[in-house]
């Protein structure tokens, strides 16, 4: 797939689009979150790619993009920063690759590629020697590279085979032919003999102690190991023994899932539950009869989120000595605190903690500017609807229908209304309030809209009665079962605003993937899995034209003076069509791999933006027909795709979650 998404972009030789921002982490991947050692950047995953971005925020962020299939594990080298490893997951029977990249020049080194399946797990040595990777479930074996020239010195099976799976491996911070692996009821302490090309295992002395290793953290001449049931494990590199483990009696809740060193010897603990703690373990002193007590000198939470589920933290990043640190979680959010000692006490204390990143934690499914506007855009994922500012890709406001999935939005009343499509076959309408007068606030829930859920959604806009407090408009919605429904909202703003529905068009034979509403709210457009898009009246509510293919149609347009349709879907072609007849106009290859998923025309009509499962956005010249700027970025298929009122950004959005701002290039 990779080298067919290279020989589709070096067929058009073009003008590359420039990526302006990125909103989007995946805060699954154990350990994923990194700070290079220059302490200007953050390296993270999203999807297939990994992104390097300023800390600050200045400059453009930078995309990594080799892998075909999710990222799963990343290391920094340790010296200078100079190579950046990344590992990714792969399907049943394949082989899953590992990249070395040269973090000045962003380009690929060696790939790597000895496992099955998954690489679980890498890290360089302690001088930038040796690479350690680690195989996942169906492959189970460690390797060791040599970083120069990318090739395995050896390997072995990381367990014997009456342990589980090992899930983690740490380089010793002083030795570069030492390091420890750990997993389900197995702790291994290995030996590197490159001369040999062997590693040879010490199985770690854990007495009638039996954990499952989380993470690993280095501190010579003794490691520290979180484990799942929440507690620390304490062990002597030189004896390959356990030392003892902290706490004694009240474990952390949900497992030590994240472990950090820091410079005075302290250490951060990442928990299952999103809490973080900071811990200070005294070593037993020689005449020390019992063990010394950790000591916990500071926690925190976040408050704001209400749940714990899925808020685990995943990732801890030291900048420099610790003075600043990141925070990543299992649900896409980052954080960054600041570190210092208060000169009255000498105690340590968290300086600040700000929230850097609230990304998206599944595949964003819709996403659009309010009219006139190009400083929000509003996207919804499984069971939020999020708004966010353009300027500093911050979240400003959301809401969660929990267990629910939100398959499209649209805007009424020049944004005081949000209308949402969902798979529970309920329109929920939203409006604005609350305490802050600016909270997404629900106003109404049309029940049972569609029986098999709400597809796909439009609004009308030119009521007189918008923009005095009230809402007097229609929703056009499309559902699983291939109905059309024309419904009539209203709202005076003091009591509960109603809702009727005027009509059911009953003309789709399969699932209404796309709807678009005429200039003049008397006309809409709706495209089909069935291979049909069918123009409306909205005043006779009756069908006035369909246009047929061969296709199952993904999206629709109009053009610029509204006399055409533009249509593309799963047979790659983007369709042009004449609205008063329905006759074929033109039809172009828009993909040479994948269905076209979305697609948009420029607000002056010269130009339509399209996207799908080639993970690449082009922009076509709509009169010539032909590919004149191309996106690379996705990692996954692009799943909406628009152009802002005052054509200055194109925003894509798709399956790996990421929020992409490009620069439109005319």
Same mark, same amino acid.
């Given at each position: ?56 925020? *200045? ?20 010296? *200078?920063?100079?190579? @950046? ?28 590629? %000895? ?24 492959? !189970? ?25 090992? %899930? ?64 620390? %494990? ?31 010897? *302290? ?39 209400? $749940?714990?589920? /899925? ?50 934690? =599944?595949?964003?499914?819709?996403? @659009?500017?309010?009219?006139?506007? =190009? ?16 300027? *500093? ?31 529970? /076959? ?52 499309? /559902? ?17 605003? $109603? ?26 457009? $709706? ?14 509510? =009756? ?41 074929? @106009? ?15 025309? $420029? ?21 010539? !027909? ?14 909406? @795709? ?25």
């Amino acid at each position: 797939m990779e080298q067919q998404q290279i020989q589709e972009q070096d067929t058009y030789e073009v003008q590359r689009l420039q990526l302006e921002k990125i909103d989007g982490f995946n805060g699954k991947v154990k350990h994923g979150l990194k700070v290079h050692p220059d302490r200007q950047n953050i390296i993270y995953p999203l999807g297939s790619s990994v992104v390097i971005e300023n800390i600050s925020g *200045n400059g453009r962020p930078s995309l990594l993009c080799g892998h075909t299939s999710k990222v799963t594990c990343i290391a920094i080298s340790n010296k *200078n920063g100079d190579f @950046i490893a990344s590992g990714q997951e792969t399907y049943s029977g394949f082989k899953a690759i590992a990249i070395v990249w040269d973090y000045r020049s962003q380009t690929r080194l060696h790939t790597l590629e %000895l496992h099955k399946v998954k690489v679980q797990a890498l890290v360089f040595s302690p001088n930038d020697l040796y690479l350690a990777t680690l195989g996942g479930l169906d492959d !189970g074996c460690i390797v060791i590279w040599d970083v120069q020239k990318g090739k395995a010195i050896c390997g072995s099976p990381a367990q014997v085979e009456s342990a589980g799976d090992t %899930l983690c491996v740490e380089f010793s911070n002083v030795r570069d032919d030492v390091f420890v692996t750990g997993g389900d009821s197995t702790l291994r302490v290995w030996e590197l003999d490159v001369e040999n090309r062997k590693i040879r295992p010490s199985e770690v002395d854990m007495g009638q102690i039996k954990r499952k290793i989380q993470c690993i953290c280095m501190d010579d001449p003794y490691f520290y190991c979180g484990t799942a049931t929440g507690d620390i %494990l304490a062990i002597n590199m030189k004896t390959k023994r356990f030392q003892y483990k902290a706490p004694e009696k009240q474990n952390f809740q949900s497992g030590v899932t994240a472990l950090a060193h820091l410079k005075n010897s *302290n250490f951060l603990v990442g928990t299952g539950c999103g809490q973080l703690f900071e811990l200070k373990f005294p070593l037993p002193g020689p005449n020390d009869k019992k063990q010394p007590k950790p000591k916990e000198v500071r926690s925190w939470s976040d408050e704001s989120v209400k $749940s714990a589920s /899925g808020n685990g933290i995943t990732s801890i990043a030291l900048r420099g000595a610790g003075h600043q640190f990141f925070v990543g979680t299992e649900n896409a959010r980052m954080y960054k605190f600041g570190y210092e000692c208060s000169n009255k006490s000498g105690a340590p204390m968290f300086d600040s903690c700000e929230l850097i990143k609230s990304c998206h934690s =599944s595949e964003v499914t819709d996403v @659009i500017f309010p009219p006139a506007s =190009s400083d929000l855009i509003v996207t919804c994922q499984k069971e939020q609807i999020r708004i966010w500012a353009i300027k *500093n890709m911050k979240e400003l406001k959301r809401h969660i229908v929990p267990n629910m999935t939100c398959n499209a939005i649209a805007l009424a009343c020049n944004g005081q209304a949000i209308v949402s499509a969902w798979d529970d /076959g309920i329109i929920r309408v939203f409006g604005f309030g609350g305490k802050s007068g600016n909270d997404i606030v629900l106003r109404k829930i049309i029940s049972a809209a569609h029986s098999k859920g709400v597809s796909a959604i439009a609004c009308t806009q030119n009521s007189p009665a918008c923009g005095q407090g009230q809402m007097d408009f229609r929703i056009i919605s499309g /559902g699983g079962e291939g109905q059309v429904r024309i419904w009539n909202f209203r709202y005076d703003g003091r009591n509960d605003p $109603s809702c009727e529905l005027e009509e059911t068009l009953k003309e789709h034979k399969g699932s209404v993937s796309d709807i678009k509403i005429k200039g003049d709210d008397r006309e809409c457009v $709706s495209s089909s899995a069935d291979g049909t898009s069918i123009i409306w009246d909205l005043d006779k509510k =009756s069908r006035s034209q369909i246009v047929f293919a061969n296709t199952l149609f993904k999206c629709v347009c109009y053009n610029k003076d509204e006399t055409q349709i533009v249509t593309s879907g799963s047979d790659r072609k983007i369709g042009y069509w004449e609205r008063y007849d329905g006759s074929i @106009i033109r039809s172009i290859e828009g993909s040479m791999t994948g269905s076209i998923n979305a697609m948009d025309i $420029s607000p002056d009509g010269q130009y339509i933006v399209t996207g799908g499962d080639d993970k690449l956005l082009k922009v076509w010249s709509y009169k010539e !027909g032909e590919v004149i700027a191309v996106g690379t970025g996705h990692s996954g298929k692009i799943l909406r @795709i628009r152009i802002c009122p005052q054509q200055r950004y194109i925003c894509s959005v798709g399956e790996d979650g990421g929020i992409l701002l490009w620069k439109f290039p005319f």
